[in-house]
């Protein structure tokens, strides 16, 4: 029974020049994709299944007593990181810095997440600041590792394979050869064992660190959106026996023509046109066109039967990243240099900033619903103008809206995640400027990894601090690093990242008066240079002669 429903300097190695000992023929089936289902076709027998009756048929539980809920946010000395992506195999590189480099985290948006160090406040923790209480928490997060979607490269660059060695002449040789007997294994968008398990994982940590604030409930808690990541999170948080039970699960169309805050490019027309939505795609081709040059160039002669392209290498990382947090482990990580994998996360950032980003003109716009909704839930007041993403059917109900709740959890996507960010005008993402595409920056302020990598967290906090002149404050958490507000008017720096509740909805209500969401996603307009937009809306200067 499903919960209640509603609705990416050279280095000194010439790896070209070496030598290896014997080629490989490969296999007719090389590149071929393989699939297995699970449970097995003759799995249910409804005979049998008689014989294994469930604990409450059993009975004899014993005595359980409910323990009391912890708020280890408040309560504990220190806070816990994360540091690692058990059970994946960290991989090596192909200059053999394994040891000393941790590739997981330089894969954009296909990294696990990590707990990040700072946004600009190094002395900040996610800990409550001594003084204050807890109120309130809002909880972003991006769904789990997952497949790759339908088409996209991966698989493309395994059908190239199959059929190249299907016909005559294909060999491989050196770290290559195991492409001779290599199949594809991926599936296409749901989550993979890895990505239930940090979900779950999150959803358990969620508990610990902000479970007291359960017993503000009268009724029970509704979270929003993405059926399989939210059901894995509801089993951590609640428990495995009863989270069905626990509470609903309100489940928001994402398709074109419907509005949904945390799936908002079906409702934004910009956002789709390829010029200007994916205007980023053609600026990390320009930088893939110089950092995996080196790597054309060593890998091609380990290869015969097949011109090997830039796109194909850059669809091998790939590979790396969705094998891994899938299979645990990628014969193709090895294939590439550290620098290669720091030139592979620098492609994502590029993608990611001009694409969904504050280099985009749709970002913001996007973003701007859910902002919305933070407003009325932090305000407890309906919305009641419609001019976003927001869904005037559910958002009007506070049984599907509800504004009272000391909880709140959504579910979203990465590039849900960097519009909203955007439109909430973190500036210190932003800090360093437009992305350059012929170098990597040095000290750059935008990295995708830290953003909105899989099962990353948003995390606002509500807090009561008495003894300050405003006794409500409220400040975010992106991944375990306090956010700095000041790019929100009235919100000055505070080494806690703190801001006055009020202050904050005040310059938040002017920022999202700043955003408009009809001419970002409807005007005819072409793709500005894209150096004029940091905050991710059209330059307001430009646009006296853009009609829509």
């Excluded at 994982?201 to 508990?207: D, E, K, L, P, T």
């Excluded at 014969?331 to 550290?338: I, K, P, R, S, Y």
Aim: glycine share 8%; net charge negative; proline share 8%.
């Amino acid at each position: 029974m499903l919960p209640h429903i509603l609705l990416l300097a050279a280095l000194p190695y010439s790896y070209a020049t070496v030598a290896y000992p014997s080629t490989v023929a490969a296999s007719s089936y090389a590149g071929e994709t393989t699939t297995a289902d699970y449970p097995p076709p003759g799995g249910t027998n409804t005979a049998i299944d008689s014989y294994f009756p469930d604990a409450s048929q059993v009975g004899y539980p014993g005595p359980t007593p409910t323990g009391d809920e912890a708020e280890a946010i408040a309560t504990a000395p220190s806070f816990a990181k994360v540091t690692n992506a058990f059970p994946l195999v960290v991989p090596n590189t192909a200059d053999d810095k394994g040891k000393t480099f941790d590739s997981l985290r330089y894969w954009g948006n296909l990294s696990p997440m990590y707990s990040v160090d700072s946004f600009g406040l190094p002395d900040a923790s996610p800990l409550i600041p001594e003084g204050c209480g807890l109120n309130q928490v809002h909880l972003l997060i991006r769904h789990g590792a997952r497949y790759p979607t339908s088409g996209e490269g991966p698989a493309k660059f395994a059908a190239n394979i199959h059929a190249a060695a299907s016909g005559p002449g294909f060999t491989v040789s050196g770290p290559l050869e195991f492409l001779s007997t290599w199949t594809y294994k991926l599936g296409a968008e749901i989550l993979t064992p890895f990505g239930r398990e940090a979900l779950f994982s999150n959803g358990v940590a969620f508990r610990v660190r902000y479970g007291d604030l359960l017993k503000g409930f009268s009724d029970l808690p509704v979270f929003h959106r993405m059926v399989d990541s939210a059901l894995n999170f509801a089993a951590g948080f609640f428990e495995v026996r009863t989270y069905l039970e626990d509470y609903h699960q309100e489940i928001i169309i994402e398709a074109d023509g419907f509005n949904n805050t945390l799936a908002p490019y079906g409702t934004c027309s910009n956002s789709n046109v390829e010029n200007i939505g994916y205007y980023g795609d053609g600026q990390s081709a320009k930088w893939a066109a110089i950092y995996l040059q080196k790597a054309l160039k060593r890998l091609q002669p380990m290869i015969q039967g097949y011109n090997l392209t830039i796109t194909d290498l850059g669809n091998m990382q790939d590979l790396c990243a969705y094998e891994t947090v899938a299979l645990g482990y990628s014969m193709f990580c090895d294939l590439f240099t550290e620098e290669e994998w720091e030139g592979y996360e620098y492609g994502m950032d590029l993608s990611f900033w001009y694409s969904e980003g504050p280099g985009n003109p749709t970002s913001a716009a996007m973003g701007l619903g859910y902002v919305q909704e933070l407003v009325a839930r932090l305000t407890q007041t309906p919305i009641t103008v419609w001019n976003s993403t927001t869904n005037s059917t559910l958002d009007s109900s506070n049984i599907t809206f509800p504004l009272y709740q000391p909880i709140f959890v959504d579910a979203s996507h990465d590039t849900v995640i960097s519009n909203i960010v955007t439109a909430l005008n973190f500036t210190s993402l932003a800090a360093t400027g437009p992305l350059p595409t012929d170098h990597i920056p040095p000290n750059r302020s935008y990295i995708v990894s830290q953003i909105a990598p899989f099962a990353s967290n948003l995390v606002t906090q509500v807090l009561s601090c008495p003894a300050a002149e405003e006794p409500t404050h409220i400040r975010f958490i992106l991944n375990d690093a306090v956010m700095p507000l000041t790019g929100i008017k009235g919100c000055t720096y505070d080494p806690n990242g703190l801001c006055s509740l009020p202050s904050f909805i005040s310059g938040m209500q002017e920022r999202i008066g700043q955003i408009d969401f009809d001419f970002d996603c409807f005007a005819n307009y072409t793709m500005p240079n894209p150096d004029d937009i940091t905050d991710g809306r059209y330059p307001a200067w430009m646009r006296n002669n853009t009609t829509y």
